[in-house]
């Protein structure tokens, strides 16, 4: 019975608050909520407005949809699959010749420092 006695009271509280609100107060509601608001700093923040400029000489861009895919003929697979099986071969290639070059530079390396060595002993001898 309580229940039932304050759920009246709140709804006839809200029908009456909806009576009492007129025009006059809606505006006056718009105009405070599109008041400049003020920041942080104390000063007034004015929303500027904006303007878009659209140019009536440019043209609207037409869009134009992509083809449906086709199926691929068996001369089409055979050709992308030699394009990649000449892309794999030639990477492979680049690693094995950089394996080389490497391998060479390495005995280039020894040699030197061999050289160098026996030029040191040959100095180191004569004094």
């Excluded at 609100?21 to 718009?30: F, G, V």
């Amino acid at each position: 019975m309580k229940a039932l006695l304050l759920l009246s009271l709140l709804v006839s509280g809200a029908i009456h608050a909806q009576e009492n609100i007129s025009d006059d107060d809606i505006a006056l509601a718009n105009e405070v909520i599109n008041t400049p608001a003020m920041n942080i700093e104390g000063t007034y923040k004015v929303p500027e407005p904006t303007v878009i400029d659209i140019p009536p000489s440019l043209p609207t861009p037409v869009v134009v949809p992509a083809p449906a895919p086709k199926k691929l003929t068996m001369s089409d697979k055979l050709r992308l699959r030699r394009a990649r099986l000449e892309e794999r071969n030639r990477i492979m290639m680049e690693k094995k010749l950089e394996k080389i070059r490497f391998q060479q530079e390495l005995m280039l390396a020894k040699q030197l420092e061999s050289q160098l060595n026996k030029t040191f002993k040959a100095i180191d001898s004569i004094e």
